[in-house]
């Protein structure tokens, strides 16, 4: 096991720091004295780490390691929080996150998750499915299942190289690809259409991953980084049953749906800004 010190670099912490903030379980308050109390020196901002934060930490450890955090790893954990909104602040004050395109679209993308997430609706009746497929004779393509190994664009120098390696370790012998970061859809994916590929992951995946062997190992591209795929099992059309082509009907109704209401939620928070598009009417 690493020492507590050392796992503050290991990507998995770094991947349940993530969690606990992507899913809003931050509870932060501003500087100031509480109670009338008189202030000495410079305000201080205050950073409170809730029995909230703390249980999703425990949470995202089990679910990546398998197993409870002993206590040093737990607060080895807890400083990870603290550090990385520390950092977060210190680096919004310094203006790092301005123009920044891959802080810009982390952002957006976490905005997206959150409209998601107050999203629910109810499931798709059985003539909607049946209009649906009706409606997309092409739905009856290939569908994969796959295990991957992830690289993080945002948290490498350069994760097309470093996946490059990794499928050379594979070439060369090894069961898996060595290294890889933590990733929030998981590996290995069971079998699904190319085009649910195609919304989780980008259309650069799914165009990657359409024609590749059964057990072949292959470098593919995604919208958040670079993957080593191998493809474990693949239905193509004629081999589709009816019960899976209903299940993608209902799925991809469902997406419609999310994206249908994150629309509506995004019109109305655009309804709280003025915009001006130049040389736009």
């Known amino acids: 096991m690493p020492a507590p010190d050392s796992l503050l670099k290991e990507p998995f912490i ?18 100031g004295e509480e109670d009338g109390e008189a202030a000495e020196g410079p305000a201080r901002e205050a950073v409170f780490v809730s029995s909230d934060v703390v249980d999703g930490a425990k949470l995202d450890f089990v679910e990546v390691q398998g197993r409870d955090p002993d206590e040093a790893e737990l607060q080895t954990l807890v400083d990870a929080v603290v550090e990385e909104e520390i950092l977060y602040r210190a680096g919004r004050a310094a203006g790092l ?9 982390r952002v957006v993308q976490k ?36 295990t991957h190994v992830f690289f993080d664009a945002t948290r490498r120098t350069n994760a097309e190289d470093d996946a490059r390696s ?88 469902n997406q419609q749906a999310v994206d249908e209401a994150v629309s509506v939620k995004a019109s109305e928070l655009r309804g709280k800004y003025d915009v001006t598009i130049e040389g736009r009417p």
């Open 14 to 31: 770094h991947f349940c720091v993530l969690g606990v903030a992507l899913f809003g379980l931050w509870t932060i308050t501003g500087g």
């Open 166 to 253: 990794a499928l050379d370790a594979v070439d060369g012998g090894a069961d898996l690809p060595p290294g890889g970061d933590p990733t929030a859809f998981g590996s290995p994916l069971t079998m699904r259409p190319l085009d649910r590929y195609q919304r989780e992951l980008g259309p650069s995946f799914a165009d990657g991953i359409k024609d590749l062997s059964v057990g072949d190992w292959s470098l593919v591209r995604s919208t958040f980084g670079w993957h080593v795929v191998r493809v474990d099992e693949r239905a193509d059309s004629e081999a589709a049953d009816a019960a899976s082509l209903r299940e993608q009907a209902a799925w991809a109704l």
């Open 97 to 105: 996150d301005k123009g920044d395109p891959i802080v810009r679209r």
């Open 111 to 146: 905005m997206r998750y959150l409209l998601e997430e107050g999203a629910a609706p109810a499931a798709p009746d059985e003539a909607a499915v049946d209009a649906w497929i009706a409606a997309h004779p092409q739905a009856a393509t290939s569908s994969v299942a796959l």
